[in-house]
């Protein structure tokens, strides 16, 4: 009998590090930023500035101060919409092949995201 290997299908996160992004829905809704970081995994995102909690921090002297210290958690990828630069509204992501590589492009305007984007 051959080994079948078991493949968890996931679906490719659209979004990248830096890329600017709209909350369209939940608590922080129509607030915009960068994206920090992105949890494939989880399919969520830690976006600047956007869905800020409360945390109580234990001193840990020297270097940590206790206290409160407010900082972003996570939010579901289905909750923000990438804002293109060029229309500067939230847009849908398409793609295209340039030379020999694929780009994202937005759905609206056709502007390449991935070219001369931010690192
Ligand atoms: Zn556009």
């Given amino acids: 009998m051959p080994k079948t290997e078991v493949v968890v299908e996931r679906k490719k996160i ?3 590090r830096n ?4 909350v369209i ?5 129509g607030k915009q ?15 600047e500035h ?8 234990k001193a840990n ?3 940590v101060k206790g206290g ?3 900082q972003e958690s996570r939010i579901a990828l289905s909750n923000v919409m990438v804002v293109c630069s060029s229309c500067n509204r939230p847009v849908r992501i398409g793609h295209d092949v340039k030379g ?14 991935d070219t001369n984007r931010k690192k």
């Fill in 68 to 70: 409160i210290a407010e």
């Fill in 100 to 113: 020999d590589q694929s780009v994202r492009v937005c759905r609206r305007c056709g502007t390449d995201l």
């Fill in 50 to 57: 956007v869905m800020m909690v409360r945390k109580h921090v």
């Fill in 33 to 47: 930023g960068r994206v920090l970081r992105v949890f494939p995994d989880a399919n969520k995102l830690l976006v």
């Fill in 19 to 22: 890329d600017t992004v709209k």
């Fill in 14 to 16: 659209e979004i990248r």
């Fill in 25 to 29: 829905a939940g608590k922080d809704k």
């Fill in 61 to 63: 002297p020297p270097r």
